[in-house]
């Protein structure tokens, strides 16, 4: 079992920056890999980023890439999600989940465990 927390939403305005945080519980948060998904009101969780159990890997969607930044320390259990120059269409939940993969994972259903998500608020 993983138990997921994520801290470090709030209220932004456009072009700020903020760094979220997912502390997981556990001894083996290095055999996971990581990934942080986003949902906004009406729309369907989207994919947002992920990295695998080193670190050696990541991946972005299209629309964060070059902006948002995924790093996890297994020292600490903890992933971060950096996101920088953000924009109103960044408002969400911000949920972070754990596969058992040595891999990066994409696809939301492969996830294993979850976040209870933070809110991400960015304003014009």
């Known amino acids: 079992q993983v138990q997921l927390v994520e801290s470090g939403g709030g209220l932004v305005q456009a072009g700020g920056s903020l760094r979220l945080s997912c502390a997981a519980s556990?001894?083996?948060?290095?055999?996971?890999?990581m990934g942080w998904f986003r949902q906004a009101p009406g729309k369907e969780r989207e994919f947002v980023a992920a990295?695998?159990?080193?670190?050696?890997?990541?991946y972005y969607a299209e629309s964060v890439k070059g902006r948002f930044t995924i790093s996890r320390d297994n020292a600490k259990n903890t992933v971060y999600l950096q996101m920088n120059s953000l924009k109103p269409e960044d408002t969400a939940v911000y949920y972070c989940?754990?596969?058992?993969?040595?891999?990066?994972?994409?696809?939301?259903?492969?996830?294993?465990?979850w976040g209870q998500g933070t809110q991400v608020t960015v304003s014009s």
């Open positions: 990295i695998n159990w080193s670190g050696s890997r990541t």
């Open positions: 556990g001894r083996t948060f290095s055999s996971y890999s």
């Open positions: 989940a754990a596969d058992m993969a040595t891999r990066v994972v994409v696809a939301g259903a492969e996830y294993d465990y």
